[in-house]
């Protein structure tokens, strides 16, 4: 009895602190990065990706437009489609 009272506090405990800890992570929701579909907590958007990888980046930049991020794991990838808007970056 005294045992399973003690794991569930320690659970207990434990998500809070994680919750806390994902909670205070919005510097990175703050950042204006450009639109991005939805994605999964740990492998990012790699579970949306298909093959062949160039008509997956057109489809999404025909859904959101011709800059969009992805995250791959922990990596941020921005995705830039038109030369136009690859001009705009390097100036």
């Known amino acids: ?11 207990i405990v434990f998500l809070v602190i994680a919750f806390t800890f994902f909670s205070s992570k919005k ?12 994605g999964l907590p740990v492998i990012g958007h790699l579970h ?4 062949p990888l160039h008509r997956f980046l057109q489809e999404l930049a025909q859904k959101l437009g011709p800059v969009f991020s992805l995250r791959f794991g922990s990596h941020l990838v921005v ?7 690859v001009e705009e970056c390097f100036h």
């Open 1 to 11: 009895m005294e045992a399973s009272l003690l794991y569930s506090s320690l659970t």
């Open 27 to 38: 510097s990175h929701r703050s950042r204006n990065l450009p639109p991005s579909p939805p």
């Open 48 to 51: 949306l990706v298909k093959k």
């Open 79 to 85: 995705v830039v489609s038109t030369s136009t808007a």
